[in-house]
């Protein structure tokens, strides 16, 4: 099937409309390979924006003629794009918002590939190193504004929700852009479009300027979650710790809509940083939430938490169904409570610098089937290291699902097998099997063929 495309130039503007040779180099097609792949394949997918698609495969696969460039011009650079997905055009002229959005691909990848990778001052080793890294990416992408009121929430949830599920999104969006909250999600569909619309028409009511639509990605997701057209502030961070880190780093409440096995990931990291000792004192607050028809859903989730990490992860959140107000009334206390403790503890108001993330958190994890199998998956632990390792499982699924290098890596060997004590075992499995059921895993219309196999046995 033929897809429509474009052929266009585009120019930088600020800080971008110049680049080193050396720079420029490496993202020709002659200088780093990899990085010219990933700047290739970042770019295709914030052009896709507005296309129905979770596959990021089959993205690559559709635009497989795609190609960008960026070209040394005497006035500066500019960027040679062959093949652009049509959808990203009115008129001929690429919309504003995507245009951004393709400058933000190319001032993080020029970033992290010149500033953060081999770079001596950045110890990635090292929990402070890589902590550190992702403050630099932030502030390299001008997130982190000196504010006196914190009043960033983030809100995490699926791609593949139903349209009761989107609504309610827009509703608890709304409620909290009437509060003056700005809205970070992972920038794509569903329920990470859902709260900006809302919070957007809210700050339009209240007649806010500056609303900040934050949203942070990951070059592995972004080609099957494309960035919404509601977003004005993008960052690619470069793997999806990094990304996961960036949200708690710069976030002062979390709201978690219903959502799949990658809304699940975000729930262990951010419960497993929370059950660190270290943590117990600062305050965070989260809270699960939907419409009527997802109380079931959040059931089974506080279930599968119970089960697997305890009732001290339990003490961590809130669960408020169909009461958008409500959800937006208990952030805003927590978030005053944020705010009055790091006025005490002398800590950054756009930086979480006192929260404690170990290392188990913030190393990247690739999934492969050796890796899957070897999961730590028994209660013979700490909490939170339990946390962590449920987190890579999930996160195992999610690229199983529709990242392209673990859908090839599927295609080849077959499903991923996870291994574990059945009491963590036999909980995950029925938490996978109803997202099925419900239709979670996959954008609605598409077959879900799974790419696990989940494995119980006794552990040593």
């Not at 500033?115 to 890294?133: C, H, Q, R």
């Not at 909290?176 to 009511?205: E, F, N, S, V």
């Not at 509601?230 to 961070?237: H, K, P, S």
């Not at 403790?341 to 290392?359: G, T």
Request: glycine share 8%; with cysteine; proline share 5%.
């Amino acid at each position: 099937m033929e897809y429509e495309t474009v052929d266009t130039q585009v120019s930088p503007t600020g800080r971008l409309e110049v680049l080193s040779s050396s720079e420029a180099a490496k993202l020709s097609t002659q200088g780093d390979s990899a990085l010219n792949t990933l700047y290739r394949n970042c770019s295709l997918a914030v052009l896709n924006c507005g296309n129905e698609m979770d596959d990021g495969k089959e993205l690559l696969e559709r635009y497989r003629n795609f190609d960008i460039r960026v070209q040394q011009r005497a006035r500066g650079i500019k960027l040679d794009i062959h093949g652009a997905p049509a959808s990203a055009f009115v008129d001929g002229r690429m919309i504003r918002g995507i245009q951004e959005h393709l400058i933000a691909v190319l001032r993080d990848v020029v970033y992290v590939g010149n500033e953060i990778n081999g770079n001596p001052k950045f110890d990635l080793s090292t929990s402070a190193g890589v902590t550190d890294a992702v403050f630099h990416i932030l502030r390299n992408a001008n997130v982190l504004q000196p504010i006196t009121q914190p009043n960033v929430v983030v809100c995490w949830g699926g791609h593949s929700i139903n349209r009761e599920e989107y609504d309610y999104t827009k509703l608890v969006g709304y409620q909290l852009g009437l509060r003056g909250m700005d809205i970070c999600t992972g920038c794509g569909p569903g329920a990470m479009k859902g709260p900006m619309k809302g919070a957007a028409i809210a700050h339009a009511t209240q007649r806010l300027k500056g609303g900040r639509y934050l949203g942070f990605t990951e070059p592995g997701i972004i080609a099957a979650e494309a960035p919404n057209p509601v977003v004005n502030e993008l960052v690619i961070l470069p793997d999806v710790e990094k990304r996961l880190e960036a949200f708690v780093r710069t976030s002062h409440g979390i709201v978690v809509f219903p959502g799949g096995v990658g809304t699940c990931e975000e729930i262990l990291y951010i419960l497993g940083i929370l059950l660190h000792p270290d943590n117990a004192a600062i305050p965070f607050p989260l809270v699960f939430t939907g419409p009527k028809s997802a109380e079931e859903y959040f059931v089974r989730i506080d279930r599968f938490i119970a089960e697997t990490l305890g009732d001290a992860a339990r003490q961590r959140y809130k669960i408020i169904i169909d009461d958008p107000a409500r959800v937006a009334r208990e952030i805003k206390a927590g978030v005053e409570q944020v705010r009055s403790f790091r006025k005490e503890k002398r800590d950054a108001y756009y930086f979480n610098w006192l929260l404690r993330i170990e290392h188990e958190f913030q190393q990247p994890f690739r999934p492969t089937h050796e890796r899957m199998r070897g999961l730590k998956l028994h209660k013979a632990q700490p909490a939170h290291l339990l946390a962590a390792n449920l987190r890579r499982a999930f996160s195992g699924v999610v690229a199983g699902n529709v990242k392209d290098e673990g859908i090839r890596e599927i295609e080849k060997h077959g499903s991923f097998e996870i291994h574990g004590d059945p009491a963590i075992m036999e909980p995950m499995d029925a938490l996978m099997a109803s997202f099925v059921a419900q239709g979670r895993m996959k954008l609605p219309g598409k077959k879900y063929n799974p790419c696990y196999r989940i494995v119980a046995e006794k552990h040593d």
